[in-house]
């Protein structure tokens, strides 16, 4: 299949409490499918499970439990980018210790990626070339 343009945008916050505000923000980019997952950072999974790291903890001291990871596609890149800069402006561009992160990787290949892309690219194949 080919995937020409399309990019992953990646979220992770550290306040799931904020989770509803991001798809909001992702909808209003026209951003949907998105994939949410529950997750950890290194840090915390050390400090846990190994007693050499366990000094650690005193450095989380703000880090809540679990993160929550947000994944969306998108073949447009003018959507990832007004997403990034409203969820910028939301996170005061995630300069506070233990907010989160975000970042685009291109997709170079991508299986079982659903109907909508298959459509979308039969469509541009079928358009005059101009």
Same mark, same amino acid.
């Given at each position: 299949?080919?995937?020409?343009?399309?990019?992953?945008? /990646?979220?992770?916050?550290?306040?799931?409490?904020?989770?509803?505000?991001?798809? +909001?923000?992702?909808?209003?980019? +026209?951003?949907?499918?998105?994939?949410?997952?529950?997750?950890?950072?290194?840090?915390?999974?050390?400090?846990?499970?190994?007693?050499? *790291? /366990?000094?650690? #903890?005193?450095?989380?001291?703000?880090? #809540?439990?679990?993160?929550?990871?947000? /994944?969306?596609?998108?073949?447009?890149?003018?959507?990832?980018?007004?997403?990034?800069?409203?969820?910028?402006?939301?996170?005061?561009?995630?300069?506070?210790? /233990?907010?989160?992160?975000? *970042?685009?990787?291109?997709?170079?290949?991508?299986?079982?990626?659903?109907?909508?892309?298959?459509? %979308?690219? %039969?469509?541009?194949?079928? %358009?005059?070339? %101009?």
């Amino acid at each position: 299949m080919n995937v020409e343009n399309i990019q992953a945008l /990646f979220v992770v916050i550290s306040d799931p409490d904020k989770l509803d505000q991001v798809l +909001e923000v992702l909808l209003e980019c +026209e951003i949907r499918g998105a994939t949410i997952m529950e997750t950890q950072g290194m840090a915390k999974v050390l400090s846990d499970h190994a007693p050499i *790291f /366990f000094g650690l #903890r005193s450095l989380m001291a703000n880090e #809540r439990e679990g993160n929550r990871t947000i /994944f969306a596609l998108s073949r447009h890149p003018e959507k990832i980018d007004k997403a990034i800069e409203k969820l910028s402006a939301m996170f005061h561009g995630f300069e506070e210790a /233990f907010t989160g992160m975000m *970042f685009v990787v291109p997709v170079i290949r991508a299986v079982g990626v659903g109907r909508k892309f298959r459509q %979308q690219a %039969q469509e541009q194949a079928q %358009q005059p070339q %101009q």
